[in-house]
T-cell receptor
Framework: AQTVTQSQPEMSVQEAETVTLSCTYD???????LFWYKQPPSRQMILVIR??????QNATENRFSVNFQKAAKSFSLKISDSQLGDAAMYFC??????????????FGEGTQLTVNP | DAGVIQSPRHEVTEMGQEVTLRCKPI?????LFWYRQTMMRGLELLIY????????DSGMPEDRFSAKMPNASFSTLKIQPSEPRDSAVYFC???????????FGPGTRLTVL
């Protein structure tokens, strides 16, 4: 079974600084997808960024980028120029690419990010 | 685009009562997912549907939980009888094809007293 681990329950960053959130996962699959979701106090789950395992290039979305290390099964999220609106719970998630479980998302425990003004 | 719609947003009930949570997926999406979020267990998938057919219900905790999708625009998650340990936030999500992004609804916060 796939597992996703986020070892940092809480992180904090100063506004305009950079912060990196860690995520590791365990799978025997060779093809899969990884995601970072953001959950602000409103509870809404918002997709931040996604990475296809077959792509070597790290995904980037504006101030958000990932460091995907397939061999190490590591998938960290870097937030540059942090803004107050980035404060939220961040979840790392895994999904297999194929098979009957190909639609199932497995989430990590979450990292609560605080942005200090 | 109204997004995924869930109702009610909050539900408070007493132990033993029946609870029905409702979800309207995004129009045109053919996959629908029900998740539960608790402090102890985090976010976990309960069940998902493809074209109104349940595909994987292995996450449904026990027989007290049931889910239906009578048509492409409506799904329910029912708990009967409810117990205090069912207190959680229940999310519905939908996607177009199983491999695309899942769009989440705002969630229903259920409190069972």
């Amino acid at each position: 079974a796939q597992t996703v681990t986020q070892s940092q329950p809480e992180m904090s960053v100063q506004e305009a600084e950079t912060v990196t959130l860690s995520c590791t996962y365990d799978t025997s699959e060779s093809d899969y997808y990884l995601f970072w979701y953001k959950q602000p106090p409103s509870r809404q789950m918002i997709l931040v960024i996604r990475q296809e395992a077959y792509k070597q290039q790290n995904a980037t979305e504006n101030r958000f980028s990932v460091n995907f290390q397939k061999a190490a099964k590591s998938f960290s999220l870097k937030i540059s120029d942090s803004q107050l609106g980035d404060a939220a719970m961040y979840f790392c998630a895994y999904r297999p690419a194929l098979g009957t479980s190909g639609s199932r998302l497995t989430f990590g425990e979450g990292t609560q990010l605080t942005v200090n003004p | 685009d109204a997004g995924v719609i869930q109702s009610p947003r909050h539900e408070v009930t007493e132990m033993g009562q029946e609870v029905t949570l409702r979800c309207k997926p995004i129009s045109g999406h053919d996959y629908l997912f029900w998740y539960r979020q608790t402090m102890m267990r985090g976010l976990e998938l309960l069940i998902y549907f493809n074209n109104n057919v349940p595909i994987d219900d292995s996450g449904m905790p026990e027989d007290r939980f049931s889910a239906k999708m009578p048509n492409a625009s409506f799904s329910t998650l029912k708990i009967q009888p409810s117990e205090p340990r069912d207190s959680a936030v229940y999310f519905c999500a939908s996607s177009f094809r199983g491999w695309n992004e899942q769009f989440f609804g705002p969630g229903t916060r259920l409190t069972v007293l």
